[in-house]
């Protein structure tokens, strides 16, 4: 029994020890197999050495590296996936260039941009050059300059910047190198920088264009546009050059020929809307050193302006008016003088008949017919003459005494100068154009009527007898205005002088600016203090001066 028993415990031990011993075979041969041929694990269960950070610093490289080679995607493309917004920038530029004693010339154009919601008033500009700039003329601003930066603020009347909107400033410069290096625009505080790559190509009319960073953070954009202007000479002055700035090859009258009126605008010979946009003298025999071609050239090239008046006042109670003991041949001189040097420079001219203190045009008509009988004789091939018959009837003259004064004097120009455009006053100083307007002038072709306006003194209630004029198909013409109050002289009005100049310009109204001259008073377009009767440069002006100048360039 007892042998039986010990041959059975030894049997089961047998068979464990087999069983452990196939058990730990198997073991042996999983985890060998479970190897590569490096001896490396590559079991797909994650080993306990791998925690929880280290996978989520590893899933965090990996999107780190696919930002990144995004980002070098973007770079590489020369794009940002969101772009900043531009809220101001400046486009800086010229068309083309001029050599003058050694330098390099050309006339900057600078225009800045308000791309938000709401105005901004006192802005600074810095333009940084690659050469030493020397300025000679700036208008719409104010320039300091220190080595290599040009520093421009705003003129008075061009402080504000209007929501989404612009203002423009320019100047003549020479240099060494106009290459714009960078700029730096103040507005409210903040600083908004070009780029350091910002560069400007002088040898012809560019568009290079670069994002810039301002110290806050925003986007913007500097542009170098080229537009060119007339020349600059470096020694002091403005010098003759085949680039000088002119609005067309050509002058105006080669270019457009004999003016006519068609509805209520002017049209030139092939039938399209022309503007005559210039300058009146003052009276010719108080202020004759004006009335000369180097003036008026000035006025052509500098200001783009297409027409001259020439004011010959009637009866000044002294020899200076026509019919009050002035020597008419002397007086008639200055009138030739002033429409021979505006025929040679192509430009037209208005010969104005200039009543004032004689109140009614009829106190004179005699001498009326006679002068435009003689006149319109003599210039009767001279296409670019236009005839004012009566500057500012007053005084209580009526449309009617007006209307038969003019319907004498048209025939006379008429029977020597068929086509010639001529202007009719108005009643009230030339300002009730609506009177007129309800029983205009009829049988002859080419009448215009004369508004003219003083913006500090004549604001809504003569702008609305103008729009009601030209609603009822009155031709009119600005012959006379000023942007101070109707004496000639207290302060510029220019939130009342650009309400006009928009009405001016929606309507295609031609219009003569008071006066060519330095007389100590605001209408005076020339400073007191200034000598110039010849070359007039925009040092010469007065500030009345530089903001016509700038409204005839269309600024």
């Known amino acids: 029994m007892k042998n039986k028993k010990t041959l059975i415990m030894g049997i089961i031990i047998g068979v464990l020890v087999v069983v452990i011993g196939v058990m730990g075979y198997m073991l042996i041969k999983g985890r060998t197999d479970g190897r590569d041929k490096d001896g490396q694990d590559s079991t797909q269960n994650i080993s306990t050495d791998v925690t929880g950070k280290d996978l989520e610093q590893d899933t965090s490289d990996k999107a780190a590296d696919m930002t990144s080679a995004a980002k070098k995607g973007d770079d590489a493309d020369g794009k940002n996936s969101e772009k900043k917004s531009v809220s101001f920038y400046a486009e800086i530029g010229h068309d083309s260039t001029w050599e003058a004693s050694g330098k390099t010339c050309a006339t900057e154009n600078i225009n800045i941009y308000n791309k938000t919601s709401s105005v901004v008033s006192g802005w600074k500009l810095d333009v940084i050059y690659k050469g030493k700039p020397a300025i000679e003329d700036i208008w719409n601003g104010e320039k300091k300059i220190n080595e290599y930066t040009v520093s421009i603020t705003p003129a008075d009347y061009n402080q504000d910047i209007p929501a989404g909107g612009s203002v423009n400033v320019g100047y003549n410069i020479a240099s060494d190198d106009l290459t714009v290096v960078d700029y730096i625009l103040y507005i409210d505080g903040k600083e908004y920088r070009g780029s350091e790559n910002l560069s400007a190509d002088t040898s012809g009319a560019t568009s290079n264009s670069v994002d810039a960073e301002p110290k806050d953070g925003k986007m913007d954009k500097v542009e170098t546009t080229d537009k060119t202007d007339k020349t600059l000479d470096v020694t002091g002055g403005v010098a003759e050059s085949d680039t000088k700035k002119t609005a067309e090859d050509g002058t105006s009258f080669d270019n457009h020929g004999q003016l006519s009126v068609k509805g209520t605008d002017i049209v030139d010979e092939s039938g399209s809307k022309y503007q005559l946009k210039g300058v009146s003298t003052h009276g010719i ?84 017919k006679e002068f435009f009988d ?53 009643p009230n100083w030339s300002q009730d154009v609506d009177i007129v307007s309800e029983d205009p002038i009829t049988g002859y072709d080419n009448i215009m009527y004369a508004v003219h306006f003083y913006a500090a003194t004549h604001k809504d209630d003569l702008r609305n007898k103008v729009k009601t004029a030209i609603s009822n198909g009155l031709p009119v013409f600005v012959s006379e205005f000023s942007l101070c109050d109707a004496s000639g002289n207290g302060g510029i009005d220019y939130d009342s002088s650009d309400v006009w100049f928009d009405l001016i310009n929606d309507n295609n109204l031609s219009y003569a600016s008071w006066s060519l001259c330095n007389k100590n008073e605001t209408s005076a377009l020339i400073k007191p203090d200034s000598t110039a009767t010849s070359t007039i440069t925009i040092d010469d002006l007065s500030d009345t001066g530089k903001y016509v100048r700038d409204k005839i360039l269309g600024n």
């Not at 500098?302 to 002397?330: F, I």
């Not at 008949?353 to 009829?362: A, E, G, R, S």
């Not at 210039?379 to 007053?394: A, G, L, Q, R, T």
Request: hydrophobic share 35%.
């Open 374 to 426: 003689d006149v319109s004789a003599k210039y009767s091939s001279n296409h670019n003459v236009i005839y004012e018959i009566c500057n500012e009837p007053n005084g209580g003259t009526s449309w009617s005494d007006i209307k038969s004064y003019a319907e004498i004097i048209i025939p006379v120009i008429r029977k020597n100068d068929k086509n010639a455009i001529i202007i009719v006053g108005t």
């Open 285 to 368: 025999t108080w202020f004759p050193d004006y009335v000369n071609k180097d003036a008026f050239q000035s006025i052509r090239d500098d200001w783009d302006a297409n027409l001259v008046r020439l004011a010959m006042y009637t009866d000044t109670g002294d020899s200076n008016g026509y019919c009050s003991g002035g020597d008419k041949d002397s007086i008639r001189g200055l009138v030739d003088a002033g429409v021979t040097a505006a025929t040679e420079l192509g430009m037209y001219v208005i010969i104005d008949w200039h009543i004032l203190n004689d109140n009614n045009p009829n106190s004179h008509i005699d001498d009326a």
